[in-house]
C-alpha cells in the first residue's frame, strides 16, 4: 500500500526467528515433531519407499529428456467460462447454407459464443475473423491435439488425409487451396458486407470417405455484443464414412467444436485487448 514492496520482501516466507532457528548448527531436525500429510502412502511404509524411489527416478529422466531435447512453451487463454451453445441451424445469410447443395447431408452442426460489453463501437469484423483464424491456428485445446493424433495413427493406413488441427478448421494448414483471406488464411469461399459488422469463410476438405466444409463468422451485433459462431456440415461418400461419422459425432459435438471455438475466440480477444492497451499508450 505504501508502494515500497520489493521482490525479496513478498518471497519471504519464514520469520527472522525461525529462519536463525534453521541456519543454527544445533539445530537437530530429527528432533522436531512432525506430522506428515499424504495422498498415497504413509510415512514409513513399504509403499510410501516405493513411491519416493519412482517419483526420483522418474523425475531424474524427464529432467535428462528436457535438457537433451530443449526448452519449451507456449501460451494459452484458456476461455473458462466462455459460454459456447450448440444453435438449432446456422444463422440465416449464413455462407453454410449454400455449401454441399443437393447432397444429402449427414451431420450440421452450429456453435455460437457472444462477446458482451467489450466496447466494438469501430470494431472490424474482417478483422476480428483474422484473429479467431489465428486462434485456431495458435491456441488449440491440449485435448484435441492428442484425439487428432490418436486419429491421424488410425486413418493413415487407410489413405486418409491428416492434420494436427481438428477437422472443423484444418483446411488452415492446406496447401491445396489458392483463395485466402485476409491475404494468409486459405478458404473455399469468404464474405464480408459493406459496413465490415458480418465476415465469414468456408474452410473444409473432400476426403476418400466424406466431404465436410465449416463456416467461421464473426457479426458485430452492436457495441457491446459480438457474435461469433462455428457450424460445420457433412456429407458421407460411403458407408464407411457413416461409420466414421457415427464413432466421432458425439466427441465432436460435445468436446471438440466448442472447445475449439472458445479457445479461439479467447485468444481473438487477448489480441484485441492487445490493441487496446497499445492504442492507449502511444502517443498522440
Same mark, same amino acid.
Given at each position: 500500500?505504501?508502494?515500497?514492496?520489493?521482490?525479496?520482501?513478498?518471497?519471504?516466507?519464514?520469520?527472522?526467528?525461525?529462519? =536463525?532457528?534453521?541456519?543454527?548448527?544445533e539445530f537437530d531436525a530429527a528432533s522436531i515433531p512432525a506430522t506428515t500429510l499424504s495422498l498415497e502412502a504413509p510415512p514409513g511404509t513399504l509403499r510410501r519407499v516405493l513411491c519416493n524411489a519412482a517419483r526420483s527416478s522418474v523425475g531424474w529422466l524427464r529432467g535428462a529428456w528436457s535438457s537433451w531435447q530443449?526448452?519449451?512453451?507456449?501460451?494459452?487463454?484458456?476461455?473458462?467460462?466462455?459460454?459456447?451453445?450448440?444453435?438449432?441451424?446456422?444463422?440465416?445469410?449464413?455462407?453454410?447454407?449454400?455449401?454441399?447443395?443437393?447432397?444429402? !447431408?449427414?451431420?450440421?452442426?452450429?456453435?455460437?459464443?457472444?462477446?458482451?460489453?467489450?466496447?466494438?463501437?469501430?470494431? *472490424?469484423?474482417?478483422?476480428?475473423? =483474422?484473429? !479467431?483464424?489465428?486462434?485456431?491456428?495458435?491456441?488449440?485445446?491440449?485435448?484435441?491435439?492428442?484425439?487428432?493424433?490418436?486419429?491421424?495413427?488410425?486413418?493413415?493406413?487407410?489413405?486418409?488425409?491428416?492434420?494436427?488441427?481438428? $477437422?472443423?478448421?484444418?483446411?488452415?494448414?492446406?496447401?491445396?487451396?489458392?483463395?485466402?483471406?485476409?491475404?494468409?488464411?486459405? !478458404?473455399?469461399?469468404? *464474405?464480408?458486407?459493406?459496413?465490415?459488422?458480418?465476415?465469414?469463410?468456408?474452410?473444409?476438405?473432400?476426403?476418400?470417405?466424406?466431404?465436410?466444409? *465449416? $463456416?467461421?463468422?464473426?457479426?458485430?451485433?452492436?457495441?457491446?455484443?459480438?457474435?461469433?459462431?462455428?457450424?460445420?456440415?457433412?456429407? $458421407?461418400?460411403?458407408?464407411?464414412?457413416?461409420?466414421?461419422?457415427?464413432?466421432?459425432?458425439?466427441?465432436?459435438?460435445?468436446?471438440?467444436?466448442?472447445?475449439?471455438?472458445?479457445?479461439?475466440?479467447?485468444?481473438?480477444?487477448?489480441?484485441?485487448?492487445?490493441?487496446?492497451?497499445?492504442?492507449?499508450?502511444?502517443?498522440?
Amino acid at each position: 500500500m505504501a508502494n515500497e514492496a520489493s521482490i525479496p520482501a513478498l518471497t519471504e516466507l519464514l520469520p527472522p526467528e525461525v529462519a =536463525a532457528l534453521l541456519d543454527a548448527q544445533e539445530f537437530d531436525a530429527a528432533s522436531i515433531p512432525a506430522t506428515t500429510l499424504s495422498l498415497e502412502a504413509p510415512p514409513g511404509t513399504l509403499r510410501r519407499v516405493l513411491c519416493n524411489a519412482a517419483r526420483s527416478s522418474v523425475g531424474w529422466l524427464r529432467g535428462a529428456w528436457s535438457s537433451w531435447q530443449g526448452a519449451s512453451g507456449f501460451l494459452s487463454y484458456g476461455g473458462s467460462g466462455r459460454a459456447v451453445r450448440e444453435l438449432k441451424a446456422a444463422p440465416a445469410g449464413s455462407l453454410l447454407n449454400q455449401q454441399l447443395a443437393g447432397m444429402p !447431408v449427414h451431420h450440421d452442426d452450429t456453435f455460437a459464443v457472444r462477446i458482451t460489453g467489450a466496447g466494438f463501437k469501430d470494431a *472490424s469484423a474482417a478483422q476480428l475473423l =483474422a484473429s !479467431v483464424l489465428e486462434g485456431f491456428l495458435l491456441n488449440r485445446p491440449g485435448g484435441v491435439s492428442s484425439l487428432m493424433a490418436l486419429r491421424n495413427a488410425l486413418v493413415k493406413p487407410l489413405g486418409l488425409r491428416t492434420s494436427p488441427l481438428g $477437422c472443423p478448421v484444418s483446411s488452415l494448414l492446406s496447401a491445396d487451396i489458392d483463395t485466402f483471406f485476409a491475404k494468409r488464411y486459405p !478458404v473455399f469461399d469468404q *464474405s464480408v458486407n459493406l459496413a465490415d459488422t458480418r465476415a465469414q469463410v468456408i474452410l473444409g476438405a473432400n476426403d476418400k470417405h466424406l466431404l465436410f466444409r *465449416s $463456416c467461421v463468422a464473426v457479426e458485430i451485433v452492436d457495441e457491446h455484443h459480438v457474435d461469433i459462431t462455428l457450424g460445420t456440415r457433412v456429407h $458421407c461418400k460411403n458407408l464407411f464414412g457413416r461409420f466414421y461419422m457415427g464413432a466421432i459425432a458425439y466427441t465432436h459435438r460435445r468436446y471438440v467444436a466448442p472447445a475449439m471455438l472458445r479457445l479461439a475466440v479467447e485468444f481473438a480477444l487477448g489480441e484485441v485487448e492487445d490493441f487496446q492497451m497499445a492504442s492507449r499508450l502511444a502517443p498522440a
